[in-house]
């Protein structure tokens, strides 16, 4: 029969303060087409180096994602959402991943709603229906940046300050944080190597030393905008939660569309509603777990 000083012998023993994973599992998902590795990293800390991620992230060799996404234990939240892009940069925050996330731990803990921290701020994820999330997103940002084309950009400073856009700027760009940069062109032109080649000359544009995410959005009617976007370390992905966020302000303080729009993009459709009491701004889109699978680190 053990006893309390048998238990005590046990646990004095010297153990190390945590047991290196030899390998780590993941589960692969995405949101809209916008696609994630995330890991589980509630138990021990996973720091990859910017090579791991690279050659994870090659769509060829590796598992191929956008964002490599770890969700890590979090005082004030349920948990933290750490990101980092497929060019193995470290992020503030992604929306379609706070939806997939948020989703596992709901799953998890078996409730409807979850806090996820992030680098950008806590958010708030709850369910909307089967695979379906909300997150509110916070306060959109439009003071982010002190350049002159931060808030108010025109078409003239674009083509002194960015070289030129070789398409119609059909209304007064915008530049808007979710917590990440975002500048959004509203244009009709959106075949992919219009957005390749725009997208990433603004992305390293010297006016933006951090570098910037790149909308295009079409406005197609007053509840519905289309949207490509150009990621910043990442290139051009089939969604962009924050991206379609900043869009859909951008278009409502030009007038453009009502404060709830539908944003189309490559691989599905977000609902983007700008809450006109709190400033919030509430996205709801799809979850989907693709596989699961175990890293070679
Ligand atoms: N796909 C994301 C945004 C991911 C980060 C972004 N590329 C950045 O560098 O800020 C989303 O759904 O918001």
């Not at 030009?254 to 996205?283: C, N, Q, Y």
Request: glycine share 10%; hydrophobic share 40%.
């Amino acid at each position: 029969m053990s006893n309390g000083s048998e238990s005590r012998a046990v646990s004095s023993r010297p153990e190390p303060a945590y047991i290196p994973a030899m390998t780590r599992s993941f589960v692969k998902m995405n949101g809209a087409g916008n696609d994630f590795v995330v890991i589980d990293a509630l138990g021990a800390p996973f720091r990859p180096t910017q090579d791991q991620i690279t050659t994870l992230a090659d769509r060829a060799s590796g598992e191929g994602f956008d964002q490599l996404i770890a969700i890590e234990p979090s005082d004030a939240a349920d948990a933290f959402m750490r990101v980092w892009n497929a060019d193995g940069s470290m992020v503030e925050t992604c929306g379609n991943a706070l939806r997939c996330v948020g989703w596992l731990l709901m799953e998890a803990k078996g409730s409807d709603r979850v806090v996820i921290d992030t680098a950008a701020g806590p958010t708030t994820a709850s369910r909307a229906g089967d695979h379906r999330v909300t997150v509110d997103m916070g306060r959109p940002r439009l003071d982010w940046t002190e350049v002159p084309l931060a808030e108010e950009m025109d078409t003239r400073g674009i083509e002194l300050q960015l070289g030129p856009i070789d398409a119609p700027i059909l209304h007064t760009p915008g530049a808007v944080s979710m917590g990440n940069p975002h500048v959004v062109f509203f244009t009709d032109r959106q075949d992919d190597a219009f957005v390749t080649g725009s997208g990433s000359l603004v992305e390293h544009h010297p006016l933006f030393p951090e570098g910037v995410n790149v909308g295009f959005a079409h406005v197609l009617d007053r509840g519905h905008i289309r949207l490509r976007v150009w990621e910043r370390g990442a290139g051009l992905t089939k969604a962009c939660g924050t991206g379609a966020c900043a869009a859909q302000v951008a278009a409502v303080r030009r007038g453009l569309t009502d404060r709830k729009a539908t944003v189309v993009v490559d691989g599905g459709e977000l609902t983007i509603d700008w809450d006109p009491a709190t400033d919030h701004v509430l996205m709801t889109g799809p979850v989907e777990v693709e596989r699961t699978g175990t890293l070679p680190f």
